[in-house]
């Protein structure tokens, strides 16, 4: 009876919210029709003029909500990326003064991963037991936006759990890929990259395993992965609180890389340690970003696989594309053998799930449906020990399958005790790091950011674990930045024919199977820029320097209906 009642009450919350913002979309008839030429200016025109536009008074601010309103809005018709629509909230901050527009994001408007609290609105991270957990204020983040100058108008969607490359719930539905409706449009920050990438101009999600850069990568869009302390992240929702083996960390996303720039160098300008206790108070450092601006020759460090998951044929030519580019200008590319990737994977893995699954379980509702990756998870995790042994020794002797082997052996809840081995584990492997790039002097690597594109609607089952590209640099907490290069050419990235995927570990096979340049063709394929800790400055000014070396033939944003 109980499991009825409850199955019920999120039924009923699921569909009170939806009809919430169905009811709210309907309302904003002024936010329809097609683009005006003034739309379109605004669309084109970088957010540092939009800025001084409207500091001068040459550009009402309600024009820009209007823009950016009406591409919300297209955005979600095509894409379900929206969750909390304030629009109205938002027209009402700009003209009682809530907003400063003598800020450095005057007027500009700025979506937000529904995670972001914001004053009278939920923040149910796909959860229908979240329902309801509206704040009577704006967290810390929120209120630097808006003493910025930036107006915050739509959340956005992701994935129940926050633990995926997808971005679907029962709360709010399934998000989609700008580019192909079948495909995600990335996880855990997916709505934003489907709005960005449709129009958008700024936004903030989280990543705590690549959920700001794995979107960026499947829909085609611009991100930089801070290193913690280094971004607010003050107000906020979680499916995991406490959880601190491998911190989560919340950074910008955009529609374009100068936009990346400005954005970043904006919000730290605002000395985000006066709204967030733990933020390092480090200024924008502008002599950095100048210096890697103008350095004449990069030694640039080219990690070609993880070892555990060979990228595809379209990651692999995305990777290479830039590598010419780059030797082209006269860079040096380094071939580098780094400390294993493997042991990152393996150690992130136990260290974000030490809990045993039970924090992000604990939220779920009777019948509530479940991320199919976590679910995966989760299931290993409830398996009895001495079954998973079973299996770990089929796997290991049996399969031969070292790399799924060692993943599965020690997948149990952590007591303290154990905990405590897996953090001094993790500092051992981030001072063989520290140590390691000591010894290379690259200025930067130059890496896949996943290993295939995007994923198939409820393909995390497969791919689960196909993440260490990105999960790697959470664990060492490193700078990282994600540049669309290309896209998807059914021809040029099929898989060759002497492929066999049966001679693939457990992981590279669950990757593979959903691997398919034909059914992928024309989705984006992006490389990721890495750094050391707290190089935001130098990672983003790099990202301009390999922008620039692909010249013309750099990545064209999707067109905007």
């Known amino acids: 009876m109980v499991f009825f009642l409850d199955y019920i009450q999120h039924k009923r919350d699921c569909?009170?919210?939806?009809?919430?913002?169905?009811?709210?979309?309907?309302?904003?008839?002024?936010?329809?029709?097609?683009?005006?030429?003034?739309?379109?200016?605004?669309?084109?025109?970088?957010?540092?003029?939009?800025?001084?536009?409207?500091?001068?008074?040459?550009?009402?601010?309600?024009?820009?909500?209007?823009?950016?309103?009406?591409?919300?809005?297209?955005?979600?018709?095509?894409?379900?990326?929206?969750?909390?629509?304030?629009?109205?909230?938002?027209?009402?901050?700009?003209?009682?003064?809530?907003?400063?527009?003598?800020?450095?994001?005057?007027?500009?408007?700025?979506?937000?991963?529904?995670?972001?609290?914001?004053?009278?609105?939920?923040?149910?991270?796909?959860?229908?037991s979240f329902v309801g957990n509206k704040q009577p204020q704006d967290g810390g983040t929120v209120r630097l936006l808006k003493d910025a100058g930036a107006v915050p108008y739509v959340?956005?969607?992701?994935?129940?759990?926050?633990?995926?490359?997808?971005?679907?719930?029962?709360?709010?539905?399934?998000?989609?890929?700008?580019?192909?409706?079948?495909?995600?449009?990335?996880?855990?920050?997916?709505?934003?990259?489907?709005?960005?990438?449709?129009?958008?101009?700024?936004g903030i999600g989280s990543d705590v395993a690549g959920s700001v850069r794995a979107p960026a990568h499947f829909s085609g869009i611009y991100s930089l992965r801070c290193s913690t302390g280094r971004w607010p992240k003050a107000g906020f929702a979680t499916s995991m609180p406490g959880q601190e083996g491998v911190p989560s960390v919340y950074s910008p996303m955009t529609r374009t890389l100068n936009d990346l720039t400005y954005f970043t160098s904006a919000v730290i300008g605002m000395q985000p340690w006066k709204y967030d206790h733990s933020v390092h108070p480090i200024p924008w450092r502008p002599e950095i970003e100048k210096e890697y601006a103008t350095k004449s020759k990069f030694r640039v460090g080219v990690m070609r696989t993880d070892g555990v998951v060979d990228p595809s044929p379209a990651c692999v030519r995305a990777l290479e594309k830039t590598e010419a580019a780059l030797k082209a200008a006269g860079h040096e590319i380094v071939e580098i053998d780094p400390p294993s990737p493997y042991e990152a994977l393996r150690l992130g893995a136990l260290l974000l799930n030490a809990d045993g699954c039970q924090m992000f379980k604990s939220f779920f509702r009777s019948g509530e449906w479940n991320d199919p990756g976590a679910d995966q998870m989760d299931f290993l995790m409830r398996l009895p020990r001495p079954l998973k042994y079973l299996y770990y020794l089929w796997v290991k002797y049996v399969r031969r399958d070292d790399v799924w082997a060692g993943l599965v052996k020690d997948w149990h809840a952590k007591s303290a005790f154990e905990q405590w081995k897996l953090v001094a584990q993790r500092e051992a492997y981030r001072a063989r790091w520290f140590e390691w790039w000591n010894s290379v002097d690259v200025d930067f690597l130059l890496t896949p950011p996943n290993a295939t594109p995007a994923v198939p609607h409820d393909g995390m089952k497969e791919a689960v674990s196909s993440c260490g590209y990105t999960f790697l640099f959470n664990l060492v907490d490193y700078t990282c930045g994600i540049i669309p290069v290309t896209h998807v050419d059914k021809d040029l990235d099929k898989l060759p024919p002497t492929f066999n995927i049966k001679k693939l570990n457990g992981v590279a096979q669950g990757a593979y199977k959903l691997y398919d340049a034909e059914a992928m063709h024309g989705l984006p394929v992006a490389v990721q820029i890495v750094g050391r800790r707290l190089e935001e400055e130098k990672v983003l000014a790099i990202m301009k320097r390999v922008e620039d070396a692909l010249g013309d033939d750099k990545y064209q944003l999707l067109d905007i209906d």
């Open 15 to 128: 569909k009170f919210k939806q009809d919430g913002r169905a009811q709210r979309l309907q309302g904003l008839t002024a936010y329809r029709g097609p683009f005006t030429p003034l739309d379109r200016e605004i669309i084109d025109k970088p957010i540092e003029e939009l800025v001084q536009d409207v500091q001068k008074g040459a550009v009402d601010p309600i024009d820009l909500l209007h823009t950016y309103g009406k591409v919300a809005v297209k955005a979600h018709e095509k894409t379900n990326c929206l969750t909390e629509v304030m629009i109205p909230e938002a027209e009402g901050w700009i003209r009682d003064g809530s907003i400063n527009l003598k800020g450095p994001l005057a007027g500009i408007p700025v979506s937000l991963k529904d995670t972001i609290n914001v004053g009278g609105f939920d923040s149910t991270v796909g959860y229908s």
């Open 155 to 202: 959340k956005t969607n992701m994935p129940i759990t926050l633990l995926s490359f997808e971005s679907t719930n029962d709360v709010w539905g399934r998000c989609t890929n700008p580019h192909n409706s079948k495909y995600s449009p990335g996880g855990s920050t997916g709505g934003e990259a489907a709005l960005l990438a449709l129009g958008g101009r700024i």
